[in-house]
């Protein structure tokens, strides 16, 4: 049994490092700039470009991914473009109602399933 969960572990590995590069990729494959929420829409040239070496996005993709994924190994979420906070707090204010709409969608689908499978066990099997 040890083994077995050791191999999972071992195997739940490059699945999450390859979930993170996905998700960075496709998040920068967006269209639109993140700089353009924080600027001033009357900012000079200069301004958008102080504001992208600000946030890293004037460096390549890769590298901005590595040091995302450094971040997020510490423990850092980073900060959101569209609230400017942390983005730990965003997640954290949307755990209550996440939690709630799983909890009771649980409860209802156990509601169903339960007598269903209950009545379908005991259904007589008809072979042809």
Not at 25 to 44: E, K, W
Not at 55 to 63: E, N, R, Y
Not at 98 to 104: D, F, I, N, R, Y
């Amino acid at each position: 049994m040890f083994h077995y969960i050791i191999r999972r572990i071992l195997i739940a590995i490059p699945v999450l490092f390859g979930v993170t590069v996905f998700s960075f990729f496709i998040i920068n494959l967006a269209p639109g700039n993140p700089v353009d929420m924080y600027v001033n829409p009357s900012a000079t040239p200069d301004q958008i470009a102080m504001a992208k070496h600000n946030l890293g996005l004037d460096q390549p993709v890769w590298m901005q991914y590595i040091h995302w994924l450094g971040q997020l190994l510490h423990g850092n979420l980073g900060i959101s473009y569209s609230t400017h906070g942390p983005v730990s707090d965003v997640i954290a204010s949307h755990i209550g109602p996440t939690v709630l709409l799983m909890g009771t969608s649980l409860i209802v689908g156990y509601l169903i399933a339960i007598p269903l499978g209950i009545s379908q066990r005991h259904a007589p099997i008809f072979l042809d």
